[in-house]
Structure formats: structure tokens, C-alpha cells
């Protein structure tokens, strides 16, 4: 059974950082693009970034809105993924999910986690 | 970067009438568009992958339609357990973006 399991939300001050964790199990993650997605309190979906596998030599792709504070990393030896959030505002405040990106060539997202929650307030 | 319109933002409708939603992309994406399903506290789940493939275990009364820069959710006849919130995204180019979603509610 595939499962995403995400961890290290918690209250955290404007200007300060997180990591967040993505425990995989349950599949060959690294075989997989993975990504993460967010959703602030009452708002829509957000996609925030994507890190492809090995065979793409991990290469990434991020949203314009955390470009620059936001980094996302994998260990494979781990079946990890990680968000590593810097430089946070107020306006990061959400759930963050990470979800797996389908390799059967639709490029959809085919499993989340349950999210985390994050909030950036002082 | 594309932008994905989706209409309506809400709708109400009863157990058993059908239900279309709309996605408008601001620019060509071939059939590069999923659906999703929210519920409350949950996490979205994958409806309808590549425009038009039901994902697996999903119920056939959900289908998806489209291609190009128009697209189409339709749930053929509500029941309960759809009252919920549905979201489509490209994955055309980057940066991926989803649509506004849209929350059906009980009439």
C-alpha cells in the first residue's frame, strides 16, 4: 500500500525556517518525481515545486511565489522527501502536502499525504 | 504562466442531478489536465487523470472531457458522498497550476 507521510509542521516566526519530511513507503520512491503542494486556511491548491528522480539527476522546478526560501531534496536511501523552508511570512501559512507525481507518463498526482500544517505568525 | 479558470466557484445541486464543471486554461494545453476531489480535512484524492482516464476505483458516474484549452468534469448523477470541492491542474508547463475549485454543495 502506497503511503506519504509528512511531518515537522508546527508555529514557526516570520523570517524563520522549517524543514518538513515526506516518509514514502510502500512503492520504489525513487523511481519517482515527487511534489509538493500546499493550502493556505480556506484557499485552494497551490502547487509549490517538484523534484524528478535520478535518472533526471534530481533536477527541480518551483513556483515563483517560493523561489529563492523554498528547497526541496530526496534521499532515496531514506524513501525521504524534504521541503526546506527559509526566510518564511506570514503568507506561507497552510497545509503542505507532498504527493507522488505518476510515472506512467500522465505526470498526475496519484497519492498524497495527509498533510502538515504550518504556520507562520509571531 | 497558464492560468486555469474553473466554473463555477460553488454550486448547489440535489442527490441525483448532473453536475458539469468547467476548466479554461489561457493557453493551449493538448490533454495535459487532471480533476481532483477534496473533502473537508482531507487530502485531495485523483479523479480523472490525461483529461479524459478515470482513475482506478473511482466511480464511472464521474468522467472528464476536453482538450486543448477547454475542459470538462461531469458527475452523471450526484450522490451523497460527492458533496465536496474539485479542483483541475495542468501539467502542461511550468509552473504547474491548479484551478480555483469548486464546491458542491447539498441543494
Known amino acids: 500500500e502506497v503511503q506519504l507521510v509528512e511531518s515537522g509542521g508546527g508555529l514557526v516566526q516570520p523570517g524563520g525556517s522549517l524543514r518538513l519530511s515526506c516518509a514514502a513507503s510502500g512503492f520504489t520512491f525513487s523511481d519517482h518525481y515527487m511534489d509538493w503542494v500546499r493550502q493556505a486556511p480556506g484557499k485552494g491548491l497551490e502547487w509549490i515545486g517538484r523534484t524528478r528522480n535520478k535518472a533526471r539527476s534530481y533536477t527541480t522546478e518551483y513556483a515563483a511565489s517560493v523561489k529563492g526560501r523554498f528547497t526541496i531534496s530526496r534521499d532515496d536511501s531514506k524513501n525521504s522527501l524534504y521541503l526546506q523552508m527559509n526566510s518564511l511570512k506570514t503568507e506561507d501559512t497552510a497545509v503542505y502536502y507532498c504527493?507522488?507525481?505518476?510515472?506512467?507518463?500522465?505526470?498526475?498526482?496519484?497519492?498524497w499525504g495527509q498533510g502538515t500544517l504550518v504556520t507562520v505568525s509571531s | 504562466d497558464i492560468q486555469m479558470t474553473q466554473s463555477p466557484s460553488s454550486l448547489s445541486a440535489s442527490v441525483g442531478d448532473r453536475v458539469t464543471i468547467t476548466c479554461r486554461a489561457s493557453?493551449?494545453?493538448?490533454?495535459?489536465l487532471d480533476w481532483y476531489q477534496q473533502k473537508p480535512g482531507k487530502a485531495p484524492k485523483r479523479l480523472i487523470y490525461?483529461?479524459?482516464s478515470l482513475q482506478s476505483g473511482v466511480p464511472s458516474r464521474f468522467s472528464g472531457s476536453g482538450s486543448g484549452t477547454e475542459f470538462t468534469l461531469t458527475i452523471s448523477s450526484l450522490q451523497p458522498e460527492d458533496f465536496a470541492t474539485y479542483y483541475c491542474?495542468?501539467?502542461?508547463?511550468?509552473?504547474?497550476?491548479f484551478g480555483g475549485g469548486t464546491k458542491v454543495e447539498i441543494k
Open positions: 504527493a507522488r507525481v505518476d510515472h506512467s507518463g500522465c505526470f498526475s498526482l496519484d497519492y
Open positions: 490525461a483529461a479524459s
Open positions: 491542474r495542468q501539467h502542461n508547463s511550468y509552473p504547474l497550476t
Open positions: 493557453q493551449g494545453i493538448r490533454n495535459d
